[in-house]
């Protein structure tokens, strides 16, 4: 094991990492909850500052998905008790403005690398990334968080995140939030 970087995508990041962040997601997700080529390939071009990138020894081992999202879009996902990730339209993939209402997607890493720390410093990397945006003034409403593991849920709940909404009988994710500016 050697060290990790992390990074964020940005416009200049190459298509070719949905691949390789599609890999990851078929070692951590159940099918139902990974996303498709064609509509990750789609929310990227819309915005391609929605990664953070957990590098070891050249190759991806893990990511956090997350983008603004319209007010349409917030709105349903507190309302309505169904996942979104395949189903989210690129007009609901926001670029950043004034004022941004916050999905983070997924937080996935290969099995291999769980335990050590990575998506903590994912999280830390994820949080420093609103921090500057909020001083170019772009602030940070809140952030909505899908999730579909007990890690995931400790995870969040580390970052201050409080549960919006159990599970149902048809779906088993649970919905989190954070509340105002970082």
């Avoid at 989190?176 to 970082?182: C, F, I, Q, S, V």
């Amino acid at each position: 094991m050697g060290e990790v970087a992390i990074r964020l995508s940005d416009p200049r990041t190459d298509e070719g990492v949905i691949g390789e962040l599609m890999r990851i997601e078929e070692d951590v997700f159940p099918p139902e909850y990974r996303g498709e080529y064609g509509s990750i390939r789609a929310r990227f071009r819309k915005n391609r500052e929605m990664f953070v990138l957990a590098r070891e020894g050249g190759r991806i081992v893990g990511s956090l998905c997350f983008f603004p999202i319209s007010e349409r879009l917030h709105s349903e996902m507190l309302r309505e008790p169904v996942f979104h990730d395949d189903d989210i339209l690129p007009e609901d993939v926001m670029a950043f403005g004034e004022r941004n209402h916050i999905y983070l997607l997924s937080v996935a890493l290969y099995k291999s690398c769980q335990g050590r720390g990575i998506g903590s410093m994912m999280m830390d990397a994820f949080f420093n990334a609103l921090r500057d945006r909020r001083l170019r003034g772009q602030e940070t409403v809140d952030i909505l968080a899908s999730v579909v593991s007990e890690q995931g849920r400790r995870l969040v709940e580390k970052y201050g995140f409080s549960l919006v909404r159990t599970p149902t009988e048809k779906e088993r994710f649970l919905l989190y939030k954070r509340e105002g500016a970082l």
